[in-house]
T-cell receptor, first 115, second 114 residues
Framework: AQKVTQAQTEISVVEKEDVTLDCVYETRDTTYYLFWYKQPPSGELVFLIRRNSFDEQNEISGRYSWNFQKSTSSFNFTITASQVVDSAVYFC????????????FGKGTRLHILP | KAGVTQTPRYLIKTRGQQVTLSCSPI?????VSWYQQTPGQGLQFLFE???????NKGNFPGRFSGRQFSNSRSEMNVSTLELGDSALYLC?????????????FGPGTRLTVL
């Protein structure tokens, strides 16, 4: 079954701290795609990253980094030196290549960056 | 380049009524997906249209339907509204298959059913 679990419902950290958002997924397919999206208070989801199952290289984009580990079925997201503007709800999502073109989202992690 | 637009932004209806929501994708995008977001269920996929054809459908009752026009604009219809249909309805567009392309989301339509 296709499933995405974001166990952390809500996290609060003080500005400039590093924070990691966890994402664990379940899939039977060997080919699949993982995503992270950000939903700021304005409501519009913003695409952050897409990773396919054959590419386990970690990725860094500025203060953002992603750690993909197939062995533990995890695709964690770290924000380094957090800023108040990072406050948002973050969603991890999964799409299986063998299925129709659906994306399954996790329940999201609400991140509060305190000044 | 204009982003994804959704109209109306807010809507209040009563049980039993029906509602139509509209989504205009980014110019050149042929795929439009719809999602329902509620505090309890989170973000759930409703359906996806590509070149006027419904390509995928989520696990929602037949009261939820949609269509896509030749200019890629899409509408979503919910008939016989129930209180549980109160939600933020998000539309997203992409160039092609969702798994291979970045999705761009609109601001959503917040539907309240009284």
């Amino acid at each position: 079954a296709q499933k995405v679990t974001q166990a952390q419902t809500e996290i609060s950290v003080v500005e400039k701290e590093d924070v990691t958002l966890d994402c664990v997924y379940e899939t039977r397919d060997t080919t699949y795609y993982l995503f992270w999206y950000k939903q700021p208070p304005s409501g519009e989801l913003v695409f952050l990253i897409r990773r396919n199952s054959f590419d386990e290289q970690n990725e860094i984009s500025g203060r953002y980094s992603w750690n993909f580990q197939k062995s533990t079925s995890s695709f964690n997201f770290t924000i380094t030196a957090s800023q108040v503007v990072d406050s948002a709800v973050y969603f991890c999502a999964l799409s299986e290549a063998g299925r129709d073109d659906k994306i399954i989202f996790g329940k999201g992690t609400r991140l509060h960056i305190l000044p | 380049k204009a982003g994804v637009t959704q109209t109306p932004r807010y809507l209040i209806k009563t049980r039993g009524q029906q509602v139509t929501l509209s989504c205009s994708p980014i110019s050149g995008h042929r795929s439009v997906s719809w999602y329902q977001q509620t505090p309890g269920q989170g973000l759930q996929f409703l359906f996806e249209y590509f070149s006027e054809t419904q390509r995928n459908k989520g696990n929602f009752p037949g009261r939820f339907s949609g269509r896509q026009f030749s200019n890629s604009r899409s509408e979503m219809n919910v008939s016989t509204l129930e209180l549980g249909d109160s939600a933020l309805y998000l539309c997203a567009s992409s160039l092609g298959q969702v798994r291979h392309n970045e999705q761009f989301f609109g601001p959503g339509t917040r539907l309240t059913v009284l």
